[in-house]
């Protein structure tokens, strides 16, 4: 499975690609940039303290993460303890649920995120 592609299809399939190329996956851009250059409303996804809180309330049954700087990244089932303060400690990690209806995004920018955004 492709990641980036899989992440396009369920969080930015309504995103011109032309856009998504200028900040979202062309070079030297991240998959959270859909946040960051508000591409994404602000209204419709929560970051810092916000996105901590709902990610912690949240049924994690089956999520996976994707670290993005592993030397082979791959999605990986949570483990159930992984909480906002755990994931704090990877660069950039970003964690969705089994079915792909919510995303929350670790950036390695102290001033970016985290995101959490269910469309």
């Known amino acids: 499975m492709d990641f980036e592609k899989e992440w396009l ?4 399939n309504n995103i011109s690609k032309s856009l998504l190329k200028k900040r979202v996956v062309g070079g030297g ?3 959270w940039h859909i946040f ?3 591409i994404v409303d602000a209204d419709k996804y929560f970051t810092r303290d916000n996105a901590r809180k709902i990610f912690d309330e949240l049924d994690k049954s089956g999520a996976k993460y994707f670290d993005l700087w592993e030397t082979n990244p791959s999605l ?3 483990e159930k303890e992984m909480d906002s303060k755990y994931i704090d400690k990877f660069d950039e990690i970003y964690v969705v649920s089994f079915d792909w209806s919510w995303i929350y995004m670790k950036t390695h920018e102290d001033d970016c995120g985290p995101y959490f955004y269910r469309p």
Not at 9 to 12: D, G, I, Q, S, V
């Open 29 to 31: 851009n991240f998959l």
């Open 9 to 12: 299809l369920h969080f930015a």
């Open 36 to 38: 960051s250059w508000n």
């Open 76 to 78: 990986k089932l949570l």
